[in-house]
């Protein structure tokens, strides 16, 4: 039996919503001009103007740096009395470097207030949202962003940057926890495939870029949609990557699919704009990443930047069709039937409708293998081609479950209460 656990598309299809309430949407502000108005300009919007001027110059030379490759420059507005950060930069910088960005820079979003980080570091301390916008070659097809918070600090009239995570804990999932804020990278490349591995785990970097290589011939072999984009899989020694958070799990999955946005949730618009995808892997499954696990994961990022507002049984289903496809090619019909056959007899009994997003990666039900069923059952009825046609319709527009049943029954005739009760009397042909 081949088990395949992913912790989903992300937040893109089932968290989003909500992680787009719970936080604050930028106020666009912009500080008072010194000589605009009538009144003669204050001290303090002088003050704040200087500033402003003085931590955009920081994070240009941030972003140049890393540009440039001059460690130097990038340490040149690190408190140089700390020792711990300094060293944090040092890695984070050489990570920077080693994945090769085609663009980078960080633009200040609005200011935030943390007492406590007003106590570690005194009372000029301005803490802000940072916006640290790139594009990876050949990984990212559009420039997506990713959020930080920079502590600033004025010591003798110099602004220097005091700490990069009092904000941590406010801002987005996944917010300074992608791969490059973590240990030391090492960077693998295939054709369309780069791989981050913790430094020294090279082994394991190459055998990823071969079996990732292999699944995206599968998913191009048996998921219709002309993608042609490529994947970055992260396989570190580390739980919180992105916004995977495989320790807090009830049900452990192998890995995950997390979405990449070229606009993010709350900016300027509460779910976001999503570019792309990176698979993230669990470190306790790193040893067994291999095709099957991994042309289920690239079927979700070659689906990502469709909208991601497709039902989870669709999303999952796909992901599973696929590398169940890739399965039988291996191994002929036998097994596929066996499963589908258990599916039908041990997992389908145990539910009275088809799986709901709501509680989706919660259940122990078997709802992976309802998916799969209920996408083999729509191919065999209405072809690969129109399913796949469907997909995209609900990825685009299956914003709501009154848009999802019009799409989903003018395209199949089924709504997702026949679809289930056909799905009761599906007899796979054999
Ligand atoms: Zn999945």
Redesign the pocket.
Known sequence: MVALV?G?VGYAVHDREQDARARPVATATPPKHPNQGTSPPTKTAAAIAARRVAVDTILLRRSRAVRIGNERLFLQDIDPANTKLRQQQKVLFANLVEIGFGQIDYNQAEERFDAAAVRAHGSTTYLVRVLMRYQIPNVDVLPVYTELGYSFVNRGGRWIIAADNDLDKDLGPGAHQEPWDLGRLEVHRGPRVMVLVDKGDTARGRAIVTEASEALTEVAAYWPRKWRGSVLIAALDDNDVRDARFADEDIESAAS?GSTFSSLPGEDSADGTVAGAYIVVNPKERDRVDEILLS??IT?VATADLGGYEPLWLA?GA?EYVSWRGIEAISGPGEVSKWEQEVIDDALPTLNALPTDAGFYQTNTDVYGVSWLAVRFLVSRIGLQPVEDLYEDLARSGTDQSARDRILLTRTGFTEASLWLALKDYHPPR
Request: hydrophobic share 25%; net charge negative.
């Open positions: 992913c989903g699919a289920h994961e979700h999952e992901a």
